[in-house]
Structure formats: C-alpha cells, structure tokens
C-alpha cells in the first residue's frame, strides 16, 4: 500500500461522484488530485465558475482558427500561463500537443512537471475534445 502524501493536498475526484451510502463525495489525494487538478484548469473556460469567473484556460476559443505554429505556440502559452495561476504546487517543464487527430476534434495535450514538495519530475496526457457535449 503506498504512503499517503497530505500535504501535496486533497480533492474532489473529477468528475464529481458521491457516495450515496456514506452521503458524501469521493476524493482525490496525492499526485492524482494535482492531475484531476490539471484536467479541471484546461477544460474550465473562464466565466463558467461563478465565484471565480477568472478561473480556467481560455483554449476553446482558438480551436476554430487556423492551426499553423502560432497557434500551437498560444495554445501552449495560455495552457502554462492558467497552470501557473491557478495550480502551485508543481512547475511546468514543458507542454506538448499532439495534433495528429485534431481532424476527428481530439487535441493530446501533454504536461511535463515537477511537484515543488518532492521535486518528483512526473507528466500528464489527456485527450481536449474539440467536439464534446455536441451532436456532431
């Protein structure tokens, strides 16, 4: 069993579950609450969050403009730039986007970090649809 880490903090699991018998919601902990936490900043679009409607990335905007090298230099810019703001507790090393199916609306986004209370180097890859909660 691996020893549990508090201090890198704790979370509601994304998406949100419950636990209807002991009448709460599922949590994350750990290394997996820093990566649902990283989920949640890249597919939150400000102004969706009421109380903090500066809360997000801004990337939906751009998926209909030409993709060419500025705007995979933006995408990853504004991808860092709302990581930075809103999720302490690792530091960007690097982020990579993988466009091989962005004809199919899926765009891989890769994010290379270190946690600052371990300095454990660690990444995450997850699928942005382009297409999601749409009939197309």
Same mark, same amino acid.
């Given at each position: 069993?691996?020893?549990?880490?508090? #201090?890198? &903090? %704790? &979370?509601? /699991? $994304?998406?949100?579950? $419950?636990?209807?018998?002991? &009448?709460?919601? #599922?949590?994350?902990? /750990?290394?997996? /609450?820093?990566?649902?936490?990283?989920?949640?900043? +890249?597919?939150?679009?400000? *102004?969706?969050?009421?109380?903090?409607?500066?809360? &997000?990335? /801004?990337?939906?905007?751009? +998926?209909?403009? @030409?993709?060419?090298?500025?705007?995979?230099?933006? !995408?990853?810019?504004?991808?860092?730039?709302? !990581?930075?703001?809103?999720?302490?507790? %690792?530091? +960007?090393?690097?982020? *990579?986007?993988?466009?091989?199916?962005?004809?199919?609306?899926?765009?891989?986004?890769?994010?290379?970090?270190? +946690?600052?209370?371990? @300095? @454990?180097?660690? @990444?995450?890859?997850?699928? #942005? #649809?382009?297409?999601?909660?749409?009939?197309?």
């Amino acid at each position: 069993m691996s020893e549990s880490k508090p #201090y890198l &903090g %704790i &979370g509601w /699991d $994304f998406p949100p579950r $419950f636990n209807t018998k002991r &009448g709460e919601a #599922y949590m994350t902990t /750990d290394i997996e /609450d820093i990566e649902k936490s990283l989920q949640i900043i +890249v597919t939150t679009r400000p *102004g969706e969050r009421i109380m903090r409607p500066s809360f &997000g990335c /801004d990337i939906s905007d751009k +998926v209909f403009e @030409n993709l060419n090298s500025t705007q995979i230099h933006s !995408i990853k810019t504004t991808i860092e730039e709302a !990581i930075l703001l809103y999720e302490p507790r %690792i530091i +960007v090393q690097k982020i *990579g986007l993988d466009i091989q199916n962005i004809l199919d609306g899926k765009l891989l986004i890769k994010v290379d970090y270190i +946690v600052r209370a371990t @300095n @454990n180097r660690r @990444n995450i890859v997850f699928p #942005y #649809y382009i297409t999601e909660a749409t009939d197309i």
